[in-house]
Each structure stands twice: as C-alpha cells, then as structure tokens.
C-alpha cells in the first residue's frame, strides 16, 4: 500500500473519531436544557444525570473487552468498522424516541458498546501499516479526533438544542455518522484482512495473548485516569460554565470547546516527541502532561476569577493531550503483533469501565455540596492524574521492552522526505 493510502485511511479514522466524541458529548449539552430533563424526569438530579454518561461507558468498556478479540480474529478492521458505524447510527436515530428514562438508559448502553471496539481497530490499523518506529505521528494523528470531536461537538450541540430543540441533535448524529462515517470507511480504510481460520488463533488465545501483555498493569491505571480526565471533565464542563460561573449560553459552548483545542495542538506535538524519543523513555509525556493537569485542576477548583477558571481548564486540556498518543504507542511497542487490537482492547475496555463512573462521582460530589460545589467534582479528577504521575515515574524507572515482531511482515526504511515505511510480506 502507498504512503499516500495508509495516510488516507489514518485521517479516514480521524473523522471517524471525531464522529464518534461528537455523539458522547451530546448527553453533556442535553442536561442543560430543562426540557430534556423535564422529559425523562432528571431535572435537579445531578447523580441521574452524571449516570447517563456512565451507563454508555460502561456498555463500552465491556464491548471493547470481549468484542475485540471477535472482530480481530473474525472481521478485521475494515468490516469491523462498518459493523460499529452502522449500529452508532441506528442507536442515535432511536434515542429520541425513548419513552422514558429506562429506554433512553438502555440506548445509551447500547450505543456504548456499538463503539466500544473503535480504538482497538484504530491501533490495530496503524500496527497493520506503519513499523513501530514511527507509529507515534499516526497514532497521534487519528487519535486527533477526541480533542476535535469534543471541541466541535460542543459547540455544534449546544447550537442544535438551542437552537432548534434536543430531538434535533439525536437526529443530525445519525445522519452524521451515516452520511460521513461509513462512506470514509469504504472508500479509505484498508485493512489486511482476516487471516486463514488455520492460520489465526481463537478467540480465547487472543484474549490471553492480551492479557499477557509485559507492562500491563501500569498502562491500564494510566488509561483509566486518562479517561477518568475526558469524561469527568466533558461531561460537567458545560454545567459547571453555566450553573458556577454563570456564562451566557454562547460563551459557554466556546469556552467548553477551548480546553479540547488544546489538546488536540499537544497531542500532535506529543506524537511527533514520540517518534524521538528512545524506547526508554516513551512513558515521559505521563510524567509532565499528568503533573501539569493537576495542578491546573486544582488552580480551577479554588480559582475566584472566571478568567484565571478558564485559563486552567485551556492549561489542563493541553497537558492532558500531550498524554494521548503515548498509550496506544506503548501498546503496539508491548503487545506481540498478533494480540495488538486485543491488548488495545483490554486497556480500553478496562479503562473505560472503570473511568466510567467519574461522571457519577462527580455529580455525587456536586449534590454533596449542593448542586454548586463544582470544585469538589474537579479535585476527583485532580486525584486521578496523580496516579497517572506515579505510573509514568515507574514506567520511565522500568522502560519497555520491544513487543515480538510479527514474522510475516517486514518493515522497509522509509525514503528521505516520505511519510513512513512500509511493510513487505
């Protein structure tokens, strides 16, 4: 395959990511509205609330952990795309016609777990086409789309509620990811197939392949708490914008977008810092992006000003992104080449399980306090890049070692001025 197509098929997973954040932001703008929650019957219930970004997360995680190893050794990336973007849609179409609470509940769990195996087929695609060495820009690359769906969606979601009412966002996902999604994926994502039923292991060989994986422990916690930061902090941005510092409702839908604009500017820089930096140290991003997240949270949990609030936010969205790309990096740098979507999928199965339930700590935190104590919910997510910090610090202390290389493919040096090498069977 061509430089030219395998970077195609990576910014074709870029808007695919981007797609896919719009739609898990869009529960964060839909509980600002009081006739959405009037409708399902939440309103002034915080907990019930941060739920609802939980139970999506939690289908998620556990497709992401069994789906994975499935759509690995059964369909590949490709297929296995198409499958997940088809059922986003169709989850989206449904939810505004929930009859009530339960129904919206059990849609948002289901579109969950629809999503659930995108970033395992993400990295396994870059570990299909692009040699370890240089996975970094890639993975940065495609993963670009947390940061830009978040960022966009936002914004665009606050349009759609306010602008005409919270039926319509549903219905413009659906569309989105129908019209957009699938088209990107048939025309421009490759994969290199499935391999022969003789050739390619069982579903449970690719899970325990997985789970084996040398330096799993400390890059699960690091995922956990990185994920705990996105949801924790996307889904209570919006509110924390309107109900503590009182913004206008287009000053919130820029200043939430901010934070994410950010990121996506370090995330780049932290996957070009990637393809520098020896083996040893690919766990530094951690250190210094997670050290400067919680000290930015921190200074927006006490801060009195709105101006110095939202300095730290737009401060804490760049050094959280400086840690996106170093995650799946060390994945595909563990994981032998055989297991790397499963392993992928472990972590963010896990991750995402866990993580999940920082949404519904956070609106705990807030009912505690009140409905207004937002800088009670942000110091949780303060806590958690610290155990981000002292993974990184162990990780750096004990560096990773080269994932065994898969024996049909050969990686070719790349041409002064081209973008990558390529593998030859």
Request: net charge positive; aromatic share 10%; with cysteine.
């Amino acid at each position: 395959m061509s430089t030219r197509a395998r970077w195609a098929g990576v910014v074709s997973l870029l808007v695919i990511v981007l797609i896919s954040y719009v739609d898990r932001v869009n529960v964060s703008v839909l509980i600002t509205d009081k006739a959405f929650t009037d409708h399902f019957g939440i309103t002034g219930d915080p907990t019930a609330q941060g739920a609802l970004s939980t139970v999506f997360l939690i289908g998620y995680g556990i497709a992401a952990f069994v789906l994975t190893p499935f759509y690995e050794t059964s369909l590949g990336v490709r297929r296995g795309l198409v499958v997940s973007v088809a059922l986003w849609s169709l989850m989206t179409l449904l939810s505004p016609y929930a009859l009530g609470a339960l129904t919206l509940t059990a849609l948002r769990a289901l579109l969950g777990a629809a999503e659930g195996p995108l970033f395992s087929l993400k990295t396994m695609y870059v570990r299909e086409h692009f040699a370890p060495h240089e996975a970094g820009r890639p993975n940065a690359v495609s993963s670009m789309g947390v940061s830009l769906g978040t960022a966009a969606g936002l914004p665009l979601i606050t349009y759609l509620v306010y602008r005409f009412d919270w039926h319509t966002s549903f219905l413009a996902l659906a569309a989105l990811n129908a019209v957009i999604g699938l088209p990107l994926i048939l025309l421009f994502v490759r994969g290199r197939g499935v391999r022969a039923a003789a050739e390619r292991p069982g579903f449970g060989a690719t899970l325990k392949g997985a789970l084996r994986m040398p330096r799993l422990a400390p890059i699960l916690v690091v995922e956990i708490a990185t994920l705990a930061y996105l949801w924790g902090s996307s889904a209570w941005l919006p509110s924390y914008l309107l109900r503590e510092r009182h913004f206008s409702i287009g000053a919130m839908g820029f200043v939430s977008a901010l934070p994410f604009l950010m990121s996506l500017v370090s995330g780049f820089l932290g996957g070009l810092l990637l393809d520098r930096l020896p083996r040893r140290l690919l766990a530094l991003p951690f250190v210094v992006g997670s050290a400067g997240t919680a000290v930015c949270v921190l200074l927006v949990a006490g801060a009195e000003s709105d101006g110095l609030a939202a300095t730290g936010l737009i401060l804490a969205g760049g050094f959280w992104g400086l840690q996106g790309p170093a995650i799946p990096t060390l994945v595909q740098h563990c994981a032998p080449a055989h297991f790397v979507g499963s392993a992928y999928g472990v972590v963010n199965g896990v991750g995402n399980l866990v993580s999940a339930f920082m949404p519904t700590l956070m609106g705990v935190a807030i009912a505690a306090s009140g409905g207004h104590g937002f800088g009670a919910g942000f110091s949780l997510l303060a806590g958690a890049q610290a155990l981000t910090l002292v993974c990184g610090v162990w990780l750096l202390v004990r560096p990773v070692a080269p994932a065994p290389a898969a024996p049909s493919v050969e990686w070719t040096t790349p041409a002064r001025g081209s973008v990558g090498g390529s593998p030859r069977p």
